[in-house]
């Protein structure tokens, strides 16, 4: 390797996405490195598949502009590489009355960004979803779907390949030398403009560029659990409770996936390693602090009432921690019907430093001769495509 016209560092979906717009728009040498050996290693290949529709963002967030048009172009590149998907649409249940104030902002919010959603009563939910737990109200999403992630992405970088796009896998970026040289582990990379699509380790390569320096990437492990196949609870598509809306985790869900498996989750579990996976592995002495100091100090400040979260996902380490947040959403669930999940994922959560708050949008910044992706969580695989051509735009010429 000796170098590129653009060097993308992260081939999760927003790095493979951003390297096939930078090569259809202007024609030159895209170069794509990542320390694993096949795309999506990461976040992009361990999340639940879900193709949000966008009623949880506020009008005007980049979320909110980018989710309903990625959900449609998704849903037609699934349907023209004919890659199954589940199009059975989301129910969002208000499980008591203190819900009810957020899911009418739901409502509001899915109607300002155009967003196919209406209400339901305890008769129209059990049409939709027979085993959804009875409520008083309820929303229903008509354009949730849920894909295969990994399908998505080996198709993404079949065509990332046959457009010019070039991947060097088992590539580990390690820093950034002098002249616009990248260093790696397969030795040094040229290039012209460097586009930071790391994910978890984001925020590192932005700061050995100068850029974003207070902020940090806080890993949460979102862990899964699968309904038993002779469960009597039956899912078409997405089982939702009201979240939160003061924190950016949406709780403990039922996922029908296209091979008509049923996963069940996530949890988001704070962690003392960006890719602790299992157990220790993964953890890491400088991760562990930097964890432990902005937990102390979101649970002192209470932003976005951190406590509570806090709580509610300690609660959840135990399966049957779990079990009591998910049977809360349908009838008919034992203990016994979670039995172990698809493999956990780890959100790349970005913290503001100075603040102690939680980042809940998407977040691109410059920097000498480079372009950062610090915060492309969840929606993230659903605005792919839209979000790409957001960081391409946002490139400054000659920076």
């Given at each position: 390797m000796h170098g590129a016209d653009f060097l993308v560092v992260g081939a999760g979906i927003i790095g493979v996405s951003v390297a096939l717009e930078l090569r259809r728009r202007h024609g030159v040498k895209v170069l794509v490195i990542d320390k694993e050996w096949h795309a999506g290693e990461h976040a992009s290949g361990r999340n639940s598949g879900v193709l949000h529709a966008g009623v949880y963002y506020k009008a005007g967030s980049l979320k909110a502009r980018f989710c309903v048009e990625g959900n449609r172009r998704l849903r037609t590149y699934c349907e023209s590489k004919k890659i199954p998907i589940n199009a059975a649409g989301k129910v969002i249940i208000a499980q008591g009355e203190k819900d009810v104030p957020s899911l009418?902002?739901?409502h509001l919010r899915g109607t300002a960004n155009g967003v196919r959603v209406g209400w339901l009563n305890e008769t129209n939910l059990r049409e939709v979803e027979p085993c959804a737990l009875g409520a008083r109200k309820a929303l229903y999403v008509q354009d949730t779907a849920v894909v295969d992630p990994l399908i998505v992405m080996e198709a993404l970088v079949c065509d990332a390949v046959k457009e010019g796009v070039e991947f060097a896998f088992g590539c580990q970026w390690l820093g950034v030398g002098p002249d616009r040289e990248a260093r790696t582990t397969r030795g040094p990379v040229r290039f012209a403009h460097l586009v930071n699509?790391?994910?978890?380790?984001?925020d590192r390569v932005a700061h050995a560029f100068g850029v974003g320096t207070q902020y940090k990437v806080l890993p949460f492990r979102g862990g899964y659990y699968q309904l038993r196949p002779s469960s009597s609870v039956r899912v078409r598509g997405n089982i939702y409770p009201v979240p939160d809306l003061r924190n950016p985790f949406l709780g403990v869900h039922f996922t029908r996936q296209p091979d008509g498996k049923v996963t069940v989750g996530p949890n988001a579990l704070p962690l003392a390693g960006r890719e602790q996976y299992v157990?220790?592995?993964?953890a890491t002495l400088a991760d562990a602090s930097t964890m432990v100091w902005y937990l102390a100090r979101l649970s002192v400040a209470n932003a976005d009432h951190f406590r509570s979260l806090a709580w509610r996902e300690m609660m959840k380490i135990l399966r049957r921690g779990f079990y009591w947040e998910a049977a809360r959403l349908v009838t008919g669930l034992k203990l016994t019907d979670l039995i172990p999940g698809k493999k956990p994922g780890i959100r790349a959560q970005l913290v503001n430093t100075l603040t102690g708050e939680l980042v809940q949008d998407f977040l691109v910044e410059s920097g000498p001769h480079s372009t950062h992706v610090?915060?492309?969580?969840?929606?993230?695989?659903t605005c792919a495509l839209p979000f790409a051509e957001h960081v391409v735009n946002s490139m400054k010429p000659g920076a």
């Open positions: 009418e902002e739901l699509c790391a994910g978890l380790h984001a157990g220790l592995k993964g610090l915060n492309a969580v969840s929606p993230g695989f």
